[in-house]
């Protein structure tokens, strides 16, 4: 496998076409689409249909990057949050006086 796990279930979470996304990842992977659904937990009634509310497997590393991808976008997000929180307060300011 070319692509981690957690890999193959973020791009396949986030795919436009779900039930083309199966067969591109076995393909990237050099794989089955039967490997490639048995790492995204579906069956065959199941392609195409998000995989929500399932418990993932994570090695020490993966939840190492999550961690590291939660921090990256905590950064991104809150000077956006003290702009909006200024914009508010301007806004609040602006209309009781």
Do not use: H
Not at 30 to 38: G, M, R, T, Y
Request: proline share 2%.
């Amino acid at each position: 496998m070319e692509m981690s796990e957690w890999e193959i279930r973020r791009q396949y979470k986030y795919a436009k076409n779900r039930k083309r996304c199966v067969s591109i990842l076995a393909e990237l992977n050099d794989c089955s689409k039967d490997d490639i659904k048995v790492i995204l937990g579906l069956d065959r009634n199941q392609v195409g249909k998000p995989a929500e509310d399932q418990k993932f497997n994570l090695s020490d590393n993966e939840i190492k990057s999550l961690y590291n991808r939660l921090d990256e976008l905590n950064a991104e997000i809150k000077p956006l949050e003290d702009e909006y929180k200024r914009t508010v307060q301007m806004i609040l300011s602006a209309e009781s006086g």
